[in-house]
T-cell receptor
């Protein structure tokens, strides 16, 4: 069975500092991994995905994520946080049937 | 990119009434659409998978007679919350899957339902 864990409910970071939002996964077979962002009262917006290839995936708004097979992790990162990055972030894994399974979400707050 | 719309964006209704939420894929055809429910400060819970021209597949614990799903065309799926109760108040999000390429899911902006 597929599952995703986001161990942190809340991450606070100062503006301009690097940020990391953690995600670990459990899948059978090759993992298809995704990051989405949700702003208040809005749907999910796609940030980036890992299907195959380079372990470092670059996505929207300057975000990137590193796929680590040995640690079964797919942490989201950004070198310099912006206040506008404050939002709810979801990690997700897709199963062989194409269904997405989401983590519990991590609320990122960037402090000015 | 592919765009998915939802209507209405928010709705308030009285207990016992029914509410219909529409999900449209605006620039692509979607054989498969998904309906999620999100409680405050919680993750998305998949309610059902909507398949064009056939019955929806409901997740365990989701009442199919209460949450009626109709996927009558390749660009429209509707979710009807029947005989709504205050505990049905939630944020409902749909997504539509692009069947070509990477089979990405594109999400609608969500519908906030408040049942009084």
């Amino acid at each position: 069975a597929q599952s995703v864990a986001q161990p942190e409910d809340q991450v606070n970071v100062a503006e301009g500092n690097p940020l990391t939002v953690k995600c670990t996964y459990s899948v059978s077979g090759n993992p298809y991994l995704f990051w989405y962002v949700q702003y208040p009262n809005r749907g999910l917006q796609f940030l980036l995905k890992y299907i195959t290839g380079d372990n470092l995936v670059k996505g929207s708004y300057g975000f990137e994520a590193e796929f680590n097979k040995s640690q079964t992790s797919f942490h989201l990162k950004k070198p310099s946080a912006l206040v506008s990055d404050s939002a709810l972030y979801f990690c997700a894994v897709r199963d062989i049937g194409g269904n997405l399974f989401f983590g519990t979400g991590t609320r990122l707050t960037v402090i000015p | 990119g592919a765009v998915v719309s939802q209507h209405p964006s928010w709705v308030i209704c009285k207990s016992g009434t029914s509410v219909k939420i529409e999900c449209r894929s605006l620039d692509f055809q979607a054989t498969t659409m998904f309906w999620y429910r999100q409680f405050p400060k919680q993750s998305l819970m998949l309610m059902a998978t909507s398949n064009e021209g056939s019955k929806a597949t409901y997740e365990q614990g989701v009442e199919k007679d209460k949450f009626l799903i109709n996927h009558a065309s390749l660009t429209l799926s509707t979710l009807t919350v029947t005989s709504a109760h205050p505990e049905d108040s939630s944020f409902y999000i749909c997504s539509a899957r692009l069947e070509t390429g990477g089979r990405e899911q594109f999400f609608g902006p969500g519908t906030r339902l408040t049942v009084l």
